[in-house]
């Protein structure tokens, strides 16, 4: 047997990614995902992301994380999995897609994909962090050396201690910069490690810098390690709605992969 693949990236978010249509990929083999997404024994990713058929929508985005395991929403995955489709004619300029948290949809400018993300409605402002779910749980906290910091031994920390349970929670760790953008790092649950980006964690510090007061902005920068996104959306009364997470999505090479 052989996987024909994509290989896909969001601002170093990346991505093994098949076109499941024919739902031929062997969905409950976590050993197999984890093996396609190990790199240095398999293609190599931060996830593996399937392109199925339904019937009320362009697509379905079917998501694992790197160690196997189905996982919530993953943003730029979202983005990476409409460029796929668009290649594959799947979908023209605009996209309608559903995924583990719900329906979504995006705007397809040359490699730059809007994604709309859900609504948001309760963000929690704790004593030193802030939380709250973009698809997926986001713990976020402001450091100042954030070139320096130890973000996989504090991520770690946080995302297998107490205050989450067994589920745990991506933790993100944020520095606000002079030209009104913020800098972050993430340590990504499923991953269990730091990734260049996280569009969901991106998308959750911009509304946490607006909630908190540290912008008053409703268009926000954020500089990940890959590169750059950008976060839109509107507020009223403590509800953020209109959440677009704006960025670069590219294909790297595709092949097949014997299995």
Do not use: W
Not at 33 to 62: K, Q, S, T, W
Not at 217 to 233: A, H, M, P, T, Y
């Amino acid at each position: 047997m052989e996987i024909r693949f994509s290989k896909y990236q969001g601002t170093g978010n990346d991505f093994v990614v098949v076109d499941n249509r024919g739902l031929t990929f062997p969905k409950n083999d976590t050993g197999l995902v984890a093996h396609l997404c190990d790199r240095r024994f398999g293609i190599g990713g931060d996830g593996l992301l399937l392109l199925e058929n339904d019937p009320d929508y362009d697509f379905r985005m079917v998501y694992y994380n790197s160690d196997g395991n189905p996982g919530s929403m993953c943003g730029n995955g979202g983005r990476c999995l409409v460029a796929f489709a668009r290649n594959l004619d799947v979908v023209g300029e605009t996209a309608r897609f559903i995924a583990s948290d719900g329906p979504h949809f995006a705007n397809l400018f040359d490699d730059i994909i809007s994604l709309q993300m859900k609504d948001v409605a309760s963000v929690n402002v704790e004593d030193g962090y802030t939380f709250l779910d973009t698809g997926s749980p986001h713990h976020i906290e402001m450091v100042e050396d954030l070139e320096n910091f130890d973000v996989f031994g504090r991520g770690s920390q946080i995302r297998y201690g107490s205050l989450y349970g067994q589920k745990g929670s991506n933790v993100n760790f944020v520095k606000a910069e002079a030209d009104g953008s913020f800098s972050m790092r993430t340590y990504e649950r499923g991953v269990e490690d730091e990734t260049l980006s996280c569009g969901t964690g991106a998308t959750a510090v911009a509304i946490a810098m607006y909630k908190t007061g540290k912008t008053a902005s409703d268009r926000i920068r954020l500089n990940v390690k890959g590169g750059q996104l950008e976060v839109s959306f509107a507020e009223k009364n403590g509800v953020f709605t209109n959440v677009f997470l704006n960025g670069p999505a590219k294909s790297v090479f595709e092949g097949t992969f014997p299995c």
